[in-house]
Every structure is written in structure tokens, then in C-alpha cells.
């Protein structure tokens, strides 16, 4: 079970720096961010190089892949903040499927969420993105420390105009 309360107060805070600095709102940004994870969910996934039939060459080393799932995970919780999302334990759920299958269900999901913004929807999201963890070798503890990590370069990366 990974708990993330804490997440949705620090990404606010995060996303309130943002929005005063760049004069945005959460409204005028939220196709912005839907194509943003979508476009982190796209670098996760070549980070695995899970869709790579026609290469021999391994994934990338696990503090890459963390990384990059941490960027996706921003969106997420920066998604999850105006819809007051409120549901903070997930039960991460070890998927059968291969992880090529795993992402194309992600992707299914965060696209349905162009058309259907809500709670339910948003959790389902949250649910299937979470759940991609196991198959990337990603404990709870992972998920906790990449999250803080990128979220220490975010900040930085304000301060220097990024």
C-alpha cells in the first residue's frame, strides 16, 4: 500500500510556485498537462524499451527508469489536485500482463480522461499507472524517493529559469 497524501500537498505547492511565476492557472494548463504525461508516459515506456522488439539492448539502469516514472507521477498528482482528489492509498497490484500490454492500458486510460475529467476516472488513471511498478522492478520505497528526488530538480529548475 503506498500512501500518497504528502504528494498532493507537495505538488500543489510546487504547482502554485508555477502558476505565479508563468501566469497560469490550473484551468489554462490542463491540456497542457494531459499531453505532458502523456508525452512522460511515452519516455517511461522508452526507458523499458519494452515495445522494442527489433533490439537486443537491455532497458535503461533503474535510476533512469525511476526518473522517469517520478515525471509522470508529477502529472499525475498536478491532475489529481484540482479535481480534489482525495483517494490516497493505492494497493499496487502485480500485473500478469507484459509491461508493453500495461502501457497501452495507462495510455487507454489517461486519454479517457480528455473527455472524462473526474475522480473516477482520475483513480482508474492513477490505479493502472501505479500498478506499472513491479514490472519496473519499483517498490513503494522507489516510488516515494523518485517522487521527492525529481521533485528537489523541479524546484531548482524554477530558480533557474528553466
Known amino acids: ?19 505565479q511565476k508563468h501566469n497560469v492557472t490550473y484551468e489554462s494548463t490542463h ?4 499531453l505532458a504525461l502523456i508525452v ?12 522494442k522488439y527489433w533490439s537486443n539492448k537491455p532497458a535503461s539502469d ?14 499525475l498528482l498536478s491532475l489529481g489536485v484540482p479535481l480534489k482528489a482525495n483517494k490516497f492509498e493505492y494497493k499496487i497490484e502485480k500485473s500478469e500482463d507484459d509491461l508493453t500490454t500495461q502501457f497501452h492500458r495507462v495510455y487507454i486510460l ?10 473516477t476516472h482520475y483513480e482508474a488513471c492513477f490505479q493502472a499507472f501505479l500498478n506499472l511498478t513491479p514490472s519496473l522492478g519499483m517498490s513503494e520505497q522507489d ?12 524546484y531548482k529548475r524554477q530558480e533557474n529559469n528553466y
Open 62 to 75: 533503474k535510476p533512469i527508469v525511476m526518473d522517469e516514472f517520478a515525471d509522470g507521477l508529477h502529472f
Open 1 to 19: 500500500m503506498v500512501n500518497l497524501k504528502e504528494f498532493y500537498a507537495l505538488q500543489a505547492s510546487l504547482d502554485a510556485e508555477i502558476a
Open 40 to 51: 512522460e508516459l511515452g519516455e517511461l515506456a522508452n526507458e523499458t524499451r519494452c515495445f
Open 110 to 119: 489517461v486519454t479517457s480522461l480528455l473527455d472524462h475529467y473526474d475522480l
Open 31 to 34: 491540456s497542457r498537462r494531459l
Open 143 to 154: 516510488i516515494i524517493d523518485a517522487y521527492k528526488a525529481k521533485l528537489s530538480i523541479n
